[in-house]
């Protein structure tokens, strides 16, 4: 996310901010050297086609309005969910909104989990995500979903939408109840109940 924001406001060449941001922070995983390459070079390269599906689910607001950091992180999941067939697409929503939380505002977590959800769904039905192997895990269990969701897929940026999905089911909100104070109640029933005892008879 770093390399692709310094590439768009830096207006450096490919090379130099791959040699400068992303090949320096992996000198010891070539595995995720080429993994962050791949990601990189593809979030350029389908920065358009990325952009179009961005704009389709944002109810009445202009891609070019977005905070570019959310703009970014969209740009490189929506690759990431269209290029990396054996990505699970939960895998890829779930580290958006990671990103997200770090590295921009306190609500765009949540707006750039409802555009992707609703960009799932989009690509499921038009038949443009294409997954494999470990890339299906979660894909019947999302179509289902999918096929009885009313819920609007266009997103106002900062609008509350759903939580990131962590588990099954609904989460269940705390109830917050005022505890009635037992103080005054507590202290009389440790005071000594006072009995009566019958008088002394007088001897007559």
């Known amino acids: 996310m770093q ?3 310094a590439l768009f406001i830096g207006n450096q ?4 901010v791959l040699q400068t941001n992303v090949k320096p922070e992996f000198l010891d995983d070539a595995f995720g ?7 990189f070079l593809r979030t350029v390269d389908q920065r358009v086609r990325t952009d179009e599906i961005i704009q389709k689910h944002i109810a009445n607001w202009e891609i070019d309005r977005l905070a570019m950091v ?3 992180i969209l740009q490189m ?11 699970p697409t939960k ?11 770090k590295f921009s505002t306190a609500r765009s977590g949540r707006f750039v989990n409802g555009i992707l959800d609703a960009a799932v769904l989009s690509l499921q039905k038009s038949g443009e995500l294409k997954k494999e192997g470990r890339g ?11 096929d009885n969701d009313k819920r609007e897929d266009s997103v106002l940026p900062g609008e509350d939408v759903d939580a990131p999905r962590e588990s099954e089911g609904p989460v269940q909100p705390l109830s917050l109840k005022p505890v009635a104070n037992t103080e005054d ?20």
């Not at 050297?33 to 990601?39: C, M, P, T, Y």
Request: hydrophobic share 35%; no cysteine.
């Open 3 to 5: 390399a692709v924001y």
């Open 13 to 16: 060449s490919l090379e130099h």
């Open 33 to 39: 050297r080429d993994f962050a390459e791949r990601l």
């Open 70 to 72: 959310d703009r970014i």
């Open 77 to 87: 999941a929506i690759t990431e969910l269209l290029t990396f067939e054996d990505i």
């Open 91 to 101: 895998v890829t929503i779930n580290e958006a909104i990671e990103i997200a939380k």
């Open 136 to 146: 299906l895990v979660d894909l019947p269990a999302r179509q289902k979903r999918g």
């Open 185 to 204: 109640g507590e202290k009389r029933s440790q005071k000594k109940r006072r009995i009566k005892r019958p008088g002394k008879k007088k001897d007559s």
